[in-house]
């Protein structure tokens, strides 16, 4: 089972497989080092497969909704996920990405669905930012203080 917000993924068989990239860059040059420079985590994605009989077009229809869906600005729409490894993986908001599809199956009478969903603010984004805003704090605050010693002068 997966829930996005309030809205049931439908169909059958659901399957959902993650990812975790860690990107890095080999330094080494020419040698054979094995020296790498860390570019980062990035966010989480979902890949999810299911697949939804021709009884329940309403289901396909209701699903390519949600991945369209927008916020008032006009920006991708980002769902709380339930769904047992989706938040076993600590993922809890998450948007579409990339694609959405489907193809017939007709000897099953029924659509196989593919989507891919990204995690939104992952631990990393989040410590970053928390990280960003604590440099920018202290060094506004540096600035201050250099600012007002020189008015002093």
Avoid at 50 to 65: M, N
Avoid at 92 to 113: A, I, T
Wanted: charged share 30%.
């Amino acid at each position: 089972m997966m829930l996005l917000d309030d809205f049931r993924v439908p169909g059958k068989e659901l399957r959902v497989r993650g990812s975790l990239e860690m990107r890095s860059e080999d330094i080494a040059g020419e040698t054979s080092g094995s020296d790498l420079v860390e570019k980062g985590i990035k966010p989480k994605v979902l890949c999810v497969s299911v697949i939804i009989p021709f009884a329940d077009s309403q289901g396909l229809k209701k699903l390519v909704k949600a991945a369209e869906n927008k916020t008032g600005s006009g920006e991708q729409k980002i769902y709380t996920i339930t769904n047992r490894t989706a938040n076993a993986a600590g993922i809890r908001q998450v948007r579409f990405v990339e694609y959405l599809g489907w193809s017939e199956d007709r000897s099953l009478q029924m659509w196989r669905v593919s989507f891919s969903l990204q995690e939104y603010m992952s631990n990393p984004e989040r410590a970053e930012k928390r990280q960003d805003t604590t440099t920018t704090a202290s060094t506004g605050t540096k600035y201050s203080q250099v600012l007002s010693k020189a008015e002093k002068l």
